[in-house]
């Protein structure tokens, strides 16, 4: 696994490209596996820290306890008015609790370990799509679409 400060390094571009998305907005989507392995989706928020990206959650909510089970989740950055400006950011990886964490037993707190980041764009002269990834152990790759 790859903390967001490990990505960052690898893909300076399009991690930052990725966390102005997380920025540009509060609320964002998290995909997480419910018990019998179907998806589910909740609204999140994620905090971003020098030390990797961190998301919350209400204490014994259904998405921490699928996350406490099976720590694989998918983040969709929220992609504000739908203009597609600065892309739209989607981030894959594992989820981690934090159980010594202020409010401990009142909230839970997970860090993101971070697999995949994609970023799919409008390219400026608005014939095509850019698609940008990042995958742990393999690095950046750009294709565009049209």
């Known amino acids: 696994m790859s903390t967001w400060p490990d990505v960052s390094a690898a893909a300076p571009d399009l991690a930052a490209a990725a966390e102005a998305r997380l920025r540009a907005t509060k609320h964002h ?4 596996l419910r018990r019998d392995g179907s998806p589910r989706v909740s609204g999140t928020e994620v905090e971003i820290r020098d030390d990797g990206l961190y998301l919350g959650s209400m204490w014994q909510a259904v998405k921490a ?4 089970r099976d720590g694989r989740f998918s983040l969709h950055a929220n992609p504000g008015d739908g203009s597609m400006a600065g892309g739209d950011a989607k981030l894959s990886g594992v ?7 202020p ?3 009142e909230s839970h707190l997970f860090r993101l370990d971070v697999t995949e980041v994609v970023l799919t764009s409008v390219h400026p002269d608005g014939d095509r ?3 940008e990834s990042w995958r ?4 950046v790759r750009r294709v565009e679409r049209r």
């Open 103 to 105: 409010g401990a037993g």
């Open 65 to 68: 306890g699928d996350l406490r």
């Open 95 to 101: 989820a981690m609790e934090v159980t010594d964490h």
């Open 136 to 139: 742990q152990g393999e690095g």
């Open 129 to 131: 799509l850019v698609i």
């Open 29 to 32: 989507v998290l995909a997480t």
